[in-house]
C-alpha cells in the first residue's frame, strides 16, 4: 500500500472514531457532568429562572437533538460561545493554546533531546557506579510529587535567588519565552527526563543486545558508529512512540505550572470548563484532543516507515 | 528669546572698552539661556512625573465585565471601578451609608416606602466610545430604566435578576410577556417605571421596602448606554462602557486587567463628613487624599493569581504594591500573635485587618424525616449536633485562627447587627449533646457505638459537600469526627459544585456546608434566607415557620429603627430555637500594602475601592530599587 491510500484509509477510520469519542463525551457530560444551569442562576434563584436558563442552553431538548447540535459543531468548527463567560468557544481555545505551546513545546523538544543523549550514555556504561547513580536519581526525582517541584523551585529560583520572576505572563511571544517561561520549562523538564531516560534506556540496552551490534563491533566500527547510527536508529521507534504518545499532551499544557505560574494556558481552562459544567468549552477541547491524538497517531506511524524502511504499510 | 552667534570681535583685545559691555551682555544672554533651559527642564520633569501605577492580584479570575450577566466578586469589583452607579456607599462611614454618585440626592421613601424618585445630576457623561461614534453622551434617567429592564430580559438569564424580580409593579408581567414572545420589549411602558423628566425616574414598588435603595449601589443597577450594549452584542463583557473612574485598557482573560484613569471622570473630592478622627485608616486617609481630585491613580495592573504561594510572593518579593485577601495559610506567617511580623514592619508595610460582613454556616434540611421537623424531638437532634460540632476546632485549625464564632445569623458591622446577642446553644458542648440526645430516646441500642433514633430505627446523617474545596473536605472531616464523639454517625457524601446547588435548592440533603456574603448592609439580607416563600430560591435549610415570616414581613416594610432592630433579635431566637443552621465563622483577612499605596480603607460592600487610593510614585521607585 502506498503513503496516500494509508493515509486515506486512516483518516477515513478517524470518522467512526471520532463519533465514538463525541457519544462518549456526551452522555459523560449528562451523566455525571453537574447542571450548569444551577451555577449560572447565581446565588438568588428560583425554579422558574432556572428552567429558563436551561431553556436557554438547550439542556431540556431531547438527547438526540443535543447530540445532532453537537454533530453540526464538530462539523462547522463551531462550539459557540462559553457558558460561563459567553466568550466565543474558538477565542478560547486560539487565546489559552498559545502560552500553553509556548511552555509545552520546549519541555518536549529539551527533555527528548537530554532523555535520549543520557540514555545512550548510561546505557553504554551500563552497570557502572555512573549508571547506577543516574538510575537512583532518577527513582527519587520520579518519587517527588511535581506539586512540590514546584513549590520548592518557585519559592527557591524565583523568590530566593531572584533568578526568575515568581510569576507572570505577558502580550509578547519573546517576553514569554525569554523572562517568564524558562523556570516553568525547567520545572517540566526535570520532572519529565527522569522517567523518559529511564525509559530510552532500556530502549537502547535492549538493542544493545542484538547481534548486529556484535557484528557491527566485529567489523570493527567505532563505537560512536555503532551507538549513534545503528543503536540508536534501532531504538528511535519506541523512542519515537513514546513522544508520538506525549505530542496531543503539548496542546493541553499542564494544570498545575499554569495555576502557580499564572500562564493563561489551556490547562487552566480545562479545568475550570469541568468545574463550572461548561459544556461548550469541554466539548470543543475533548473534541480537538481527539483529532489531534489520531492525527499524531497518524504521523508517527508515517515516521516509523522513515525511520525504518523495512516498515510497511499495511 | 534669541540666541544670536557672538561675533569675533568681541573678542579682540584691541577692542577693550567694546568688549567689555559686550561680554557682560553675552553672559547675561547666557545665563538666560541657561535659565530658561533649566526652567524648561523643570517643567519637562514636572509632566514626566512617573505614572502612578498600582499592581495587585485577584485571589480568583475574573469571568467578565457585563455586570448584569455575572456574579462573581471579582468582575463585578472590576465593573465597580469602570461604572458609576446611582448611589455609593461612603468611603469612611462606619455602618456602611448610602450617599449620591449620580443622583443628586439619596432618594427619600415616598408613601410609606413604596415610591422612590431617582434625580440624576446633569452632565455626568460616559466615556467616550466608539459605540458613540464620536458623541458625547450623556447619563440620563431613561439609561437606568433601560438598565432595570435588561436585568429582567429572560434572553440575558441575569443571575442578579433578583434585585428587582418581583418589586417594581408591572415589571414582572413585562419579563413573562416577553417569555412568550421571545423578545424584550424595550419600548414598552411600564407602570413602576415612570420617566418624569430627562433626568427624574419615579419607581413604584409592588408593596413598601425600605431596603431597595441598596441595590442602587451594586455595579448591576447602574444606567447602561443602549448604544453600546446594541453596538457590541455578545461581546459586551469584553467591552465594559461606563462613567466611572476608570476605563478598561487591557483584558488578557484570567491573568491580566489593566484600568487607566477615565480622564472625563466627574469632578469628585473625597468626603471627610464622616471621617472618624479617632481612627488612624482615617486619618491617614484624609491626610493623604482630602482635597484632592479624584481618581489619583494612573494605571491600575490587576494580575488574577489562584495560587496562594506565587500571590504572595509577588507582594513579598515587590511586584505587587496591594495584596488584598491575604492567603489564609500566611496568615501565621504575616502577624504571628496579631502583630505584622518583625520582616514586613521592618519594611514598612502596612496591614488592614478586615473581618468580612459574610458569615459560614451548616445547614440542616428542615423537609428531611430524619434531621428536619419543628417539634421538639427533631429539634433536639439538631441542638445536639450543633452542640456537639467542635468549633474551636474548626476555627483553630482549618480557619489557623483568622474567624470569628458567628453568634447570629447576621454579619458584624451590617445593620441590624446586635454585638451583644449571643447563641449558647450553639456552642461546644458535648456532654450537654449527648444528654439532650439520651433525653429524647436517641440512644446506642445495638452497643455499635452509634445511636439510633427514639423508634429504634437507624440514625445515618448524609454532609453533602462539593469536590475539589479543600476547606469543605476539611470541615467535613471535623464534622464527621465530632459527631462519632457524641454517637452519631456521619456519613460525607462528594458531589460535583453545581449538584451541590441544585441538591441544596431542592432539598436534596441532610446536612450541607455554606457560605453568605452580605449583598447589601441590612440584616434583612441575611435573614431572607430563613424567609418561608424563599425556600426553593435562597432558603435551602427549608425553614417555613409562620412567626417568623410574620416578623420577616413587618421589618421589610420598616426603615432603621430600633423597633425594627427589636423584629431582628426576636427573628434570631427563632433560628437558635429551631436550629435550621449550625452557626459557623466569620471569617477575616488580612489585607497587606506597602508603604507608598496610600488612602486605603477596606469598605465592608467593596471589594476594592481604587478611586480613593494614591500612589507616592518616587516613594515606589525608591522601594523598588
Not at chain 1, 274 to 279: K, L, P, Y
Not at chain 2, 105 to 116: A, I, S
Not at chain 2, 317 to 322: A, F, I, R
Amino acid at each position: 500500500m502506498n503513503l496516500s491510500t494509508f493515509v486515506m484509509r486512516r483518516l477515513l477510520h478517524m470518522i467512526p472514531t471520532l463519533l465514538g469519542v463525541m457519544l462518549l463525551i456526551f452522555v459523560l457530560f449528562n451523566w455525571v457532568g453537574g447542571d450548569p444551569a444551577y451555577i449560572l442562576a447565581g446565588k438568588i434563584s428560583d425554579p422558574k429562572q432556572i428552567e429558563n436558563i436551561r431553556t436557554q442552553l438547550g439542556v431540556n431538548q431531547p438527547y438526540w437533538v443535543q447530540f445532532w447540535i453537537f454533530i453540526k459543531q464538530v462539523c462547522t468548527f463551531d462550539f459557540g460561545r462559553s457558558w460561563a463567560t459567553n466568550e466565543l468557544v474558538s477565542d478560547v481555545l486560539l487565546t489559552r493554546v498559545v502560552p500553553t505551546l509556548t511552555i509545552m513545546v520546549p519541555v518536549l523538544l529539551l527533555e527528548t533531546i537530554l532523555a535520549v543523549l543520557f540514555a545512550v550514555l548510561v546505557a553504554y556504561v551500563r552497570g557502572t557506579l555512573t549508571d547506577r547513580m543516574v538510575m537512583l536519581g532518577c527513582t527519587v526525582a520520579m518519587s517527588i510529587s511535581f506539586l512540590v517541584y514546584i513549590i520548592v523551585c518557585q519559592w527557591l529560583f524565583g523568590f530566593k535567588l531572584g533568578w526568575f520572576p515568581v510569576q507572570g505572563w505577558s502580550d509578547s511571544f519573546i517576553t514569554n519565552l525569554v523572562r517568564y517561561a524558562p523556570l516553568p520549562i525547567l520545572l517540566a523538564v526535570m520532572v519529565d527526563l527522569a522517567p523518559s531516560l529511564r525509559l530510552y534506556r532500556s530502549f537502547v540496552l535492549d538493542e544493545m543486545n542484538h547481534d548486529y551490534v556484535r557484528t557491527a563491533r566485529a567489523k570493527g566500527l567505532s563505537e560512536n558508529t555503532v551507538m549513534l547510527k545503528h543503536v540508536l536508529r534501532n531504538a528511535a521507534i519506541p523512542i519515537l512512540t513514546n513522544v508520538g504518545i506525549a505530542l496531543p499532551g503539548l496542546f493541553v499544557g499542564s494544570f498545575l505550572l499554569e495555576v502557580f505560574f499564572s500562564i493563561p494556558g489551556l490547562g487552566r481552562e480545562v479545568v475550570e470548563s469541568v468545574n463550572r459544567s461548561d459544556f461548550p468549552v469541554m466539548k470543543a477541547i475533548t473534541v480537538y484532543l481527539a483529532v489531534l491524538t489520531m492525527l499524531t497517531n497518524l504521523l508517527v506511524d508515517v515516521l516509523y516507515r522513515w525511520v525504518d524502511p523495512r516498515v510497511a504499510f499495511k | 528669546m534669541q540666541n544670536r552667534p557672538l561675533p569675533s570681535r568681541l573678542f579682540c583685545r584691541n577692542d577693550a572698552a567694546m568688549a567689555q559691555p559686550a561680554l557682560i551682555k553675552t553672559f547675561a544672554a547666557m545665563l538666560l539661556s541657561a535659565t530658561c533651559w533649566l526652567a524648561a527642564g523643570s517643567a519637562f520633569a514636572q509632566d514626566a512625573q512617573p505614572l502612578k501605577v498600582l499592581r495587585t492580584s485577584f485571589r480568583v479570575a475574573e469571568t467578565g465585565f457585563d455586570c448584569q450577566r455575572l456574579s462573581d466578586v471579582y468582575s463585578n469589583d472590576v465593573c465597580a471601578q469602570i461604572f458609576d452607579t446611582p448611589l455609593e456607599y461612603d468611603y469612611l462611614a462606619r455602618p456602611s451609608k448610602l450617599v449620591p454618585s449620580l443622583l443628586r440626592e439619596v432618594p427619600v421613601p415616598e408613601q410609606g416606602g413604596l415610591v422612590y424618585t431617582f434625580r440624576f445630576k446633569p452632565g455626568i457623561y460616559f466615556a467616550a466610545d466608539e459605540a458613540f461614534k464620536g458623541v458625547k453622551r450623556e447619563i440620563v434617567a431613561a439609561d437606568l430604566e433601560y438598565s432595570i429592564k435588561r436585568l429582567v430580559d429572560p434572553a440575558m438569564s441575569s443571575p442578579n435578576s433578583w434585585q428587582v424580580d418581583d418589586r417594581i409593579v408591572g415589571l414582572d408581567e413585562l419579563a413573562a410577556k416577553a417569555k412568550k414572545d421571545g423578545k424584550f420589549d424595550y419600548q414598552a411602558k411600564v407602570a413602576g417605571l415612570q420617566l418624569l423628566d430627562r433626568y427624574t425616574l419615579k419607581i413604584t414598588l409592588k408593596k413598601p421596602d425600605f431596603n431597595f435603595l441598596y441595590v442602587f449601589a451594586m455595579p448591576t443597577l447602574t444606567p447602561l448606554a443602549h448604544e453600546v450594549i446594541e453596538y457590541y452584542k455578545d461581546d459586551i463583557t469584553a467591552h465594559p462602557v461606563g462613567s466611572g473612574p476608570f476605563k478598561l485598557v487591557q483584558w488578557v482573560r484570567r491573568s491580566k486587567i489593566v484600568l487607566e484613569r477615565n480622564p472625563e471622570y466627574r469632578e469628585e473630592k473625597l468626603d471627610t463628613t464622616y471621617a472618624n478622627p479617632n481612627d488612624e485608616w482615617d486619618r491617614e486617609v484624609v491626610k493623604s487624599i482630602a482635597g484632592k481630585k479624584l481618581p489619583l491613580l494612573d494605571r491600575i495592573e490587576i494580575y488574577p493569581i489562584e495560587a496562594e504561594q506565587p500571590r504572595f510572593l509577588a507582594f513579598i518579593n515587590g511586584e505587587h504594591d496591594l495584596l488584598p485577601e491575604t492567603p489564609p495559610s500566611y496568615a501565621a506567617q504575616v502577624m504571628p500573635n496579631g502583630k505584622l511580623s518583625p520582616t514586613l514592619a521592618a519594611q514598612h508595610v502596612r496591614a488592614f485587618v478586615e473581618l468580612q460582613p459574610e458569615l459560614t454556616y451548616d445547614s440542616f434540611n428542615l423537609d428531611d424525616p430524619v434531621v428536619g421537623g419543628y417539634d421538639a424531638q427533631h429539634v433536639a437532634l439538631r441542638r445536639a449536633m450543633a452542640m456537639g460540632f467542635n468549633r474551636g476546632q474548626e476555627i483553630s485549625i482549618i480557619r489557623r485562627n483568622s474567624a470569628m464564632a458567628a453568634q447570629s445569623p447576621i454579619a458584624p458591622g451590617i445593620v441590624g447587627y446586635d454585638p451583644t446577642f449571643t447563641a449558647v446553644d450553639q456552642d461546644y458542648a458535648p456532654a450537654r449533646a449527648k444528654a439532650l440526645l439520651d433525653t429524647y430516646g436517641y440512644v446506642d441500642r445495638d452497643g455499635d457505638g452509634y445511636r439510633e433514633q427514639p423508634d429504634g430505627s437507624p440514625l445515618s446523617i448524609e454532609y453533602k459537600i462539593s469536590s475539589g474545596g479543600l476547606s469543605y473536605l476539611m470541615l467535613s472531616q471535623l464534622w464527621e469526627k465530632s459527631m462519632r464523639a457524641i454517637g452519631i454517625r456521619l456519613n460525607i457524601v462528594t458531589v460535583q459544585f453545581g449538584d451541590l446547588i441544585r441538591d441544596q435548592k431542592v432539598g436534596k440533603f441532610q446536612l450541607t456546608g455554606a457560605a453568605w456574603i452580605a449583598d447589601y448592609p441590612d440584616a434583612q439580607n441575611f435573614l431572607q434566607l430563613f424567609y418561608g416563600p424563599n425556600t426553593g430560591s435562597s432558603n435551602n435549610a427549608r425553614f417555613r415557620l409562620s412567626a417568623f415570616d410574620k416578623l420577616y414581613e413587618q421589618a421589610i416594610a420598616m426603615p432603621d429603627s430600633a423597633e425594627r432592630n427589636a423584629l431582628y433579635r426576636e427573628m434570631n431566637r427563632y433560628i437558635l430555637a429551631y436550629v435550621p443552621w449550625k452557626l459557623g465563622v466569620h471569617r477575616s483577612y488580612i489585607h497587606l500594602m506597602r508603604p507608598w499605596v496610600k488612602g486605603f480603607k477596606k469598605h465592608p460592600m467593596y471589594h476594592s475601592r481604587f478611586k480613593y487610593l494614591d500612589i507616592d510614585a518616587v516613594a515606589q521607585q525608591a522601594g523598588h530599587q
